[in-house]
């Protein structure tokens, strides 16, 4: 799972989608956004149909403040109801589906004084902060909490199984085979 920069096409464009399944058994609706086929196996290239969200918990006390995601499913479950009760007030469902929580509905306008840069800090990989936009915060047993849209799409690369299923790339296959993948993309938009 990573972020990309890669331009949003029409939201209609799509080649089609695919449903993405945990070993929790949770779903994830996904539109194909590019297939290709690379030393006879098939890849793609997915972005959920729905808008990934994340949870921060903030911590500390003024300038020494900072966000912390939410990660653990404890954590997750014990918070899910009030932070869908927060979006629904925007119109917006909250889910928490496969390799992601999502929210279905219409995300409100981007805002300057609602985004919030995350510094990824990670020695091996060289990654570019990420930008979020707020949609909601609320309070559960007085910690403060903040529900984030990321700006750049989150996107997935899998594999087409023999039995036709999708099967996300591990982080060392992806490393293996992303040269490969960003050359025929690349090729495929000349």
């Not at 098939?42 to 995601?69: C, K």
Request: aromatic share 8%.
């Amino acid at each position: 799972m990573f972020s990309s920069q890669f331009p949003e096409e029409n939201d209609h464009a799509h080649a089609g989608s695919i449903t993405l399944t945990d070993d929790k058994g949770r779903t994830l609706e996904c539109y194909i956004e590019h297939s290709l086929a690379v030393d006879g196996q098939e890849y793609v290239l997915l972005l959920p149909v729905d808008s990934p969200v994340e949870i921060f918990a903030w911590q500390g006390e003024d300038e020494e403040e900072e966000a912390v995601l939410v990660e653990d499913d404890d954590t997750i479950d014990k918070i899910f109801g009030t932070a869908q009760a927060v979006l629904s007030e925007q119109n917006l469902v909250l889910k928490n589906t496969a390799y992601a929580l999502t929210v279905a509905g219409d995300l409100p306008p981007v805002e300057e004084s609602e985004l919030f840069t995350l510094e990824i800090e990670d020695e091996e990989a060289d990654l570019e902060p990420e930008q979020l936009q707020l949609l909601a915060s609320f309070y559960d047993e007085e910690q403060e909490y903040a529900i984030y849209t990321p700006l750049d799409p989150l996107l997935f690369f899998a594999r087409t199984s023999k039995n036709g299923l999708p099967e996300l790339l591990s982080p060392e296959e992806f490393r293996k085979v992303q040269p490969l993948l960003e050359e025929h993309l690349f090729n495929e938009v000349e």
